[in-house]
């Protein structure tokens, strides 16, 4: 056996194939969730990236049918995970996790002590790594480039709620009575998560989704609000993005930014950013909400970046209870507003769905 991991500083842990028999390069990562790793493989966000699960066991209740997932296929480099199970029991599978990443030609390894490895991450910070199965490969650092170009849409798609009886659903089941006709959010795609067009759709908007680099005052169309989605890589990379919003924010249209949209709207207002040591992956993180005093939420967090330059006119709307790193801003007279963290989850815990129905709040207003 010669398949091994190998980290750019010399560092080599041996282990076992268990996906598909390809050697990757990308940034090492780890993420600490317990569940949820078809979600995980399908965000976007993990661009470039090779994925240490420590959770030991990985694989337990195989691979749902793809409306589950968060993407329409695998976007993490390869896989690293302490013991790959292939006897999934659940209702819901389709096909084991090795089956799955041997389909998508994404290698993976077994290497028993995943806690090592996240030791290591946590001490040095995350670093380019390869994964040799077989050939060696050249070095691959996703941060070097504009890896959200690889997984925005190309063109324009939309969505919206078939039924007729949307309204009546909607307003049953909100505070939102005095909405009148439907509304409509551009959303523009880094690498978007479906549950957050999901989300959408399902308090009652029609969505148009847009590309990475789209200039959204372009749209021949009336629209009521704009959504800036998650997405992998370095948010000063994307300098058209942040132009573009940057226009939308002079305008005063109102705006939602999500993880790495906290980040472009930061730059875009004029803020800064920086790379965190080793990032926040996991669906555990605590957040401190500066709007509702006292109360801490758990967030599904996905980035290694952060803003650590609060721009003119902001506030911080959320903190990170481990770090103190920033969590989220919120403009202080206008309809602005991005969160670091996830709310539409998926997986994790669903604490803060409530952030989209504030930004509908806003835009009713």
């Given at each position: 056996m010669n398949d091994r991991l190998i980290f750019r500083d010399g560092s080599i842990f041996e282990g076992m194939s268990v996906g598909a028999a390809c050697s990757a390069a990308g940034e090492v990562v780890f993420t600490t969730g317990m569940v949820g790793y078809p979600e995980s493989l399908t965000d976007p966000s993990y661009k470039g990236q090779i994925l240490i699960f420590t959770y030991p066991l990985i694989g337990n209740y195989g691979v749902p049918r793809k409306e589950f997932w968060e993407s329409d296929r695998i976007h993490v480099s390869g896989v690293i995970v302490s013991s790959l199970i292939d006897n999934a029991t659940h209702p819901t599978s389709e096909r084991s996790l090795r089956d799955w990443l041997v389909d998508e030609n994404i290698p993976a390894l077994e290497i028993k002590d995943t806690r090592a490895l996240t030791q290591k991450l946590r001490e040095q910070g995350a670093m380019p790594g390869k994964?040799?199965?077989?050939?060696d490969?050249?070095?691959h650092d996703p941060n070097a480039h504009n890896v959200v170009a690889d997984v925005s849409v190309k063109e324009i798609k939309k969505f919206k709620i078939q039924s007729a009886s949307w309204r009546t659903k909607f307003q049953k089941n909100s505070k939102f009575q005095t909405l009148n006709s439907k509304f409509r959010i551009v959303l523009i795609d880094c690498g978007v998560k479906q549950n957050i067009i999901r989300s959408l759709v399902n308090r009652g908007a029609d969505v148009t989704i847009v590309p990475w680099d789209f200039d959204v005052l372009s749209l021949n169309e009336r629209f009521d609000g704009v959504v800036i989605s998650n997405g992998p890589g370095d948010p000063k990379m994307v300098t058209r993005t942040v132009a573009n919003v940057r226009k939308l924010l002079a305008r005063g249209i109102p705006t939602l930014g999500i993880c790495l949209g906290n980040q472009i709207l930061t730059l875009a207002a004029g803020?800064?950013?920086?790379?965190?040591?080793?990032?926040?992956?996991?669906?555990?993180?605590?957040?401190?909400?500066?709007?509702?005093?006292?109360?801490?939420?758990?967030?599904t967090q996905n980035h290694g970046f952060s803003v650590n330059k609060i721009p003119k006119g902001f506030t911080e709307w959320f903190t990170n209870t481990n770090d103190g790193t920033n969590e989220g801003l919120l403009h202080k007279t206008k309809p602005f507003m991005s969160v670091q963290f996830h709310p539409e989850a998926t997986p994790g815990p669903t604490d803060t769905n409530w952030i989209f129905d504030y930004f509908i709040e806003q835009i009713v207003k």
């Open positions: 994964m040799i199965i077989g050939e490969i050249n070095w803020g800064d950013t920086y790379k965190l040591k080793f990032g926040h992956r996991s669906q555990n993180q605590p957040v401190s909400c500066s709007t509702h005093a006292g109360r801490h939420f758990l967030t």
